[in-house]
């Protein structure tokens, strides 16, 4: 198939108007088949998808290294078509704990040595702080980036969960191609000041969490367990009264999308792609079946009748419960 591109800012690269995530191959939403993820990433890359996301500290590097055994195994012509977009600065320990972001200069330019590494590549091609360093001004995180840009080691610079303030500061310091931050049917407060903000700077977005890490997929049903090691074992909206609340929402989207002949999942992915081109939905597929029915949302049209429709079934604030734990909101720049 193939797949229309988007361009991320004005100084970055074109790219597949779908994303693949690929933090969920790594451990955080309960265990992976690694020979499947492999075969997922080649999937997607024969499908046309070019931009693959992950994070140094995605399994503790394990995913680094899943996506460079997939790029390693898949054809030459496939290979040089990808894109890796990095995610850096989380502290991690030895048990999967959270222990905090180190985005000093130094810093910077271990992480990235260590990605060049696992990664296998000579570059990576958008490089970004997982979250703002509450210790380190914007710029000089920015500013070490922009030496490796000058280096070669780094293509463009990206941001992730920073609020309307941080861009400004940031994209002040050196041209920003992207920022990442999760926006869905459910997660829509980046509309009130930091979308604003991005198209007035020629900033694009890479949009993860576009289910809601499957909340609204329409595949998560009521009483449906979750592993300890998952992140949504812990998180808010799929917690009681939450979880029933939220698919209720869910229920209402699915009565649109089967008007459509389309899934849940499909109508859930159109909507985020049709809130604007400088924004590239991140689908976190697992599996090959998950991802041909996100690529399937490319080829929903989605009119001003629809998108009225799927507005007063799921209302911007509709969803129970924050999209993060209190202590890991209280990491989230962009919701200060």
Known sequence: MTIQTRKLGTTGPQVSALGLGCMGMSGMYGAADRAESVATIHAALEAGVTLLDTG?????????????EALRTAPAALRENALISVKFGAHRAPDGSWLGYDARPAAVKTWAAYSLQRLG??????????????????????GAISEL??????????????????????AATAPIADLQIEYSLISRSPEREIL??????GISVTAYGVLSRGLISGHV????????????????????????????LVESLRKIAEQKGVS????????VLSRGEEIVPLVGARTRERLGEALGALDVDLDAADL????????ADAAAGERYAPAQMAMLDSER
């Open 149 to 170: 840009v000058e280096q070669g080691y780094v293509r463009h610079i990206g941001l992730s969960e920073v609020g309307a303030e941080t861009i400004r500061r940031a």
């Open 196 to 201: 604003p903000t991005l198209r007035e700077l």
């Open 121 to 142: 590549v000579d570059h990576i091609d958008v490089y970004r702080p997982a979250r703002l360093d509450p210790n380190v001004p914007i710029e000089e995180t920015v």
């Open 264 to 271: 849940v999942a499909q109508i859930a992915i159109a909507w």
């Open 221 to 248: 049903t009521p009483g449906h367990g979750f592993a300890a090691n998952d992140f949504r074992a812990h998180s808010p909206r799929f917690q009681g009264d939450n979880l029933q609340h939220n698919l209720t």
């Open 308 to 315: 009225a429709a799927i507005e007063a079934a799921v209302p």
């Open 56 to 68: 140094d500290f995605y399994g503790m590097g394990h995913n680094e290294l899943l996506i460079a």
